[in-house]
């Protein structure tokens, strides 16, 4: 044990019981993104659709979006303390929990969603770039850093639909030099409308990528 380990034990991100940063118990207490979906936007669906009414009569540049969590109960915590208090040892568990639930795509590399330069400088990692280099240890598959930031638009929190699509519209961009593959899949840690996955999966199609499919540890679900 490491002399920060004996200084700042570690507790669940979850409940708060010492020993680990994700216990077992509440790690199979986390609730699956399981059943019938989207075909398109991955939503939860009473039974298999093409197009959900979430994401029907929406231009989404992406092909597909697959997540592991819903983002409720203890997801929101789970992801908070991962994200904002730094637990970067997390990013390996929560890439296998992605693993057990979502397949793994049929692409060429994996990429990820860019972080504001600040936001990662204050953190001093970028989760999505963690869950993403996880995931392509798991899957062998390469990753590819291929987006950049254009700009720093609002948080996305909480923004209607509308106004998160115009925010993000034309904030991302292929990185000079860049060429992606064919079939690429992005990374991001919560999928809450679509916006943002959509405006980087347009970014990636314009320097040449055929197709974009979209993984994310966790989807919010809006109520209807």
């Known amino acids: 044990?490491?002399?920060?380990?004996?200084?700042?034990?570690?507790?669940?991100a979850a409940c708060g019981e010492p020993g680990s940063e994700l216990c077992e118990r509440c790690r199979e207490r986390l609730p699956r993104l399981c059943g019938s979906l989207c075909e398109r936007c991955g939503a939860p669906t009473s039974w298999p659709v093409a197009r959900c009414l979430e994401c029907a009569g929406r231009r989404i540049?992406?092909?597909?979006?697959?997540?592991?969590?819903?983002?409720?109960?203890?997801?929101?915590?789970?992801?908070?303390?991962?994200?904002?208090?730094?637990?970067?040892r997390l990013a390996a568990e929560l890439a296998e929990l992605v693993a057990e639930v979502v397949p793994p795509p049929q692409v060429r590399a994996l990429t990820c969603v860019p972080a504001q330069h600040e936001r990662a400088l204050s953190r001093g990692f970028h989760p999505a770039q963690a869950l993403a280099l996880e995931l392509a240890r798991v899957w062998e598959l390469p990753f590819e850093p291929l987006l950049r930031r254009i700009g720093s638009p609002r948080r996305q929190r909480g923004l209607a639909l509308s106004e998160r699509s115009r925010n993000v519209a034309g904030a991302f961009?292929?990185?000079?030099?860049?060429?992606?593959?064919?079939?690429?899949?992005?990374?991001d840690d919560v999928y809450t409308s679509g916006a943002t996955s959509s405006v980087c999966a347009g970014a990636l199609r314009r320097a040449g990528c055929r197709r974009v499919e979209v993984v994310a540890l966790a989807r919010a679900v809006r109520e209807r």
């Open 1 to 12: 044990m490491g002399l920060l380990e004996l200084l700042l034990p570690l507790r669940c």
């Open 61 to 88: 540049a992406f092909a597909s979006a697959r997540s592991a969590l819903l983002y409720t109960g203890a997801v929101p915590r789970v992801i908070g303390a991962w994200k904002e208090r730094g637990l970067r």
């Open 173 to 187: 961009a292929a990185r000079p030099g860049a060429s992606p593959p064919s079939r690429v899949c992005l990374i």
